[in-house]
């Protein structure tokens, strides 16, 4: 396979065309779109516990804001580039179009293994990474979260690091940050909670019942695990899961008779490994696509789905939690085989709503409870999701190009009324 098509910016560019193309817009429209209208590098020195100074990649794209301020989250990984934060931008803005919220799509990240750092180290980076750019933030500029390897620990520094150098307690710059510094309840959850909803209802849409199904789920991290936690708390059964650990590698595990939320998640607080739950398996990660499941939710990093899963997978759903799981050729063997793909755009779109709900409730300064933020989760997702479907069996397309018509014809809209072509 070249490279080109596991670069996420070509992939992401692809999908827009694609779109456009089917809506018959305007050729600017793509142009517009194609690439973020700011990309930001900067670097970021980090005095070291052992005294010397390392200096580290920053980035901040901002794609779109032709309906409101740039949104999304900070990733840190040892593989965050320029041309990976440019597409999860891209992402973003059309993401934000799914659920209707006032945002346009923004993305950031350092390239680090924040596992390789002390807790001190970590703070510095974060402090470093709003030293660097806070001057194109701001509650109505742009509004980063949490991604990969970030948490609310991580956006209170950042918060509060913007508040010194600006002066000011504006705390709804960043969100995802937590309850006791303006965090919103329900947000942890957010991301996971709105895949398993979206999987209840694409179950229902090809006459399944999420009840009755049996689910893989690949990742065990903030998305994978609270995904896990939705899907049996909606009645479905997790039968396997894959995971990725430095001692281990990549594994997954299985249990015929369904794992339960708990056993999981002491398994990993215990050991950081699922390998030793009681009455699970170990299997390769190549079983782990093939088995005779009804839904695969992939919740790890991008392009985990190749043309080689793509041919193994016999599920009849893919949910997909991650930001870009499945490459372009993976994408068309699996629509060909008549496997419903719900996008990431769609399926993952919790995380940033709910953010839009704690962006909202930072600005008025009112708080709501979870069960409040859950019912108003709940109902943006099936409210996205029904009109995403008619549109598929209107024009006859896939899932996730209908995704992508809705979202680009409501920011075509905005960038046409505004004179910006």
Not at 15 to 39: F, H, I, S, T
Not at 104 to 131: M, N
Not at 132 to 155: C, F, H, R, S, W
Not at 321 to 327: L, R
Request: aromatic share 10%; glycine share 10%.
């Amino acid at each position: 396979m070249s490279k080109e098509t596991l670069n996420p910016l070509a992939n992401a560019q692809a999908q827009v065309k694609k779109a456009c193309d089917a809506l018959g817009a305007d050729p600017a429209v793509y142009e517009l779109l194609k690439e973020p209208q700011r990309m930001i590098e900067i670097s970021i020195p980090v005095k070291m516990d052992n005294g010397s100074i390392k200096v580290f990649k920053g980035y901040r794209a901002a794609h779109n804001d032709a309906v409101g301020p740039y949104k999304g989250g900070i990733r840190f990984h040892q593989n965050v580039n320029v041309d990976e934060v440019k597409a999860l931008s891209i992402w973003m803005s059309i993401k934000c179009q799914v659920t209707g919220i006032p945002y346009g799509g923004g993305k950031g990240g350092i390239t680090v293994d924040p596992s390789e750092l002390s807790q001190r180290e970590l703070e510095q980076l974060s402090r470093g990474w709003v030293r660097g750019l806070y001057k194109y933030l701001g509650e109505k500029v742009d509004v980063p979260a949490p991604d990969v390897n970030t948490n609310g620990q991580i956006m209170a520094w950042m918060q509060d690091e913007y508040n010194k150098l600006t002066g000011e307690q504006t705390i709804g710059v960043f969100t995802g940050k937590p309850l006791t510094y303006g965090g919103s309840k329900g947000r942890n959850e957010a991301t996971g909670f709105g895949v398993a909803v979206v999987m209840r209802e694409a179950c229902k849409a090809i006459g399944m019942d999420l009840k009755k199904a049996t689910v893989a789920v690949q990742g065990f991290g903030n998305v994978g695990r609270f995904t896990v936690k939705n899907i049996i708390k909606l009645g479905g059964k997790v039968v396997a899961v894959a995971e990725f650990d430095k001692k281990e590698g990549t594994y997954a595990t299985y249990k015929e008779s369904g794992f339960t939320f708990e056993e999981l998640n002491d398994a990993k607080t215990k050991d950081g490994s699922l390998l030793h739950v009681p009455g699970a398996k170990r299997i390769s990660l190549d079983d782990f696509w093939a088995l005779n499941v009804d839904v695969i939710s992939p919740c790890a990093m991008e392009n985990a789905i190749k043309e080689h899963e793509a041919n193994l997978i016999k599920a009849k759903l893919i949910c997909e939690g991650a930001n870009g799981p499945i490459t372009l050729e993976a994408d068309e063997i699996l629509y060909k085989k008549g496997i419903l793909v719900t996008p990431d755009i769609l399926t993952n779109a919790g995380g940033v709503t709910v953010s839009y709900f704690e962006w909202v409730q930072n600005l008025y300064g009112y708080y709501w409870t979870e069960k409040e933020v859950e019912e108003k989760e709940e109902r943006a997702m099936i409210d996205a999701f029904n009109p995403i479907w008619a549109l598929k069996q209107e024009k006859n397309v896939s899932f996730r190009q209908a995704t992508y018509m809705k979202s680009i014809k409501r920011i075509d809209e905005a960038m046409k009324v505004r004179g910006w072509y």
